[in-house]
């Protein structure tokens, strides 16, 4: 049996803290799936340290609810908002250190919810951080009533789902 392709998934909002491609201060995140899970590689800049040279717990953690975040929009292909989350920090993380993260859907709750989980881990393999977050999960429609995006930001999420 062949191993799914990983595909890249598209930037969809290039000023995103988290994923925005065109965000200078931000992480830069960019994702790839292989339709079962997710999962973005970066190297954390110096900015983005807390106490000394390690990476700040609150960076660890935005970088796991990006991860959990695409993981639910892409697989369950709905607009999502994040209900609450629980980050476990394993070990420290320097700044420089190349880190993998991975996302995938624990449990479908519902229609309308999602268990999501992921990790972040060292050039070694270690896991230096982990979480678990519940979604919602939205139509189209229904997000789009709640006025969070424009008209023209919803048709492209919606054409960068699934």
């Keep these: 049996m062949t191993e799914p392709k990983w595909k890249p998934l598209p930037s969809v909002d290039r000023d995103c803290f988290a994923c925005g491609t065109e965000n200078s201060h931000g992480l830069q995140m960019t994702f790839e799936s292989n339709g079962e899970q997710l999962r973005s590689t970066l190297i954390v800049k110096p900015r983005f340290r807390g106490w000394s040279n390690l990476v700040h717990g609150g960076i660890l953690s935005t970088m796991l609810d990006e991860t959990m975040s695409w993981t639910a929009i892409h697989l369950t292909e709905r607009f999502i908002l994040t209900k609450g989350m629980t980050v476990s920090f394993k070990k420290p993380v320097r700044v420089g250190t190349t880190l993998s993260m991975t996302g995938i859907i624990k449990e479908r709750i519902s229609e309308r919810k999602a268990r999501v989980v ?14 678990e977050g519940e979604f919602i999960l939205f139509t189209l429609e229904e997000f789009g009533s709640m006025g969070i995006m424009s008209e023209e930001e919803l048709t492209v999420m919606a054409s960068a789902m699934g």
């Design 118 to 131: 992921a990790e972040i881990r060292d050039e070694d393999g270690e896991i230096c951080a982990a979480s």
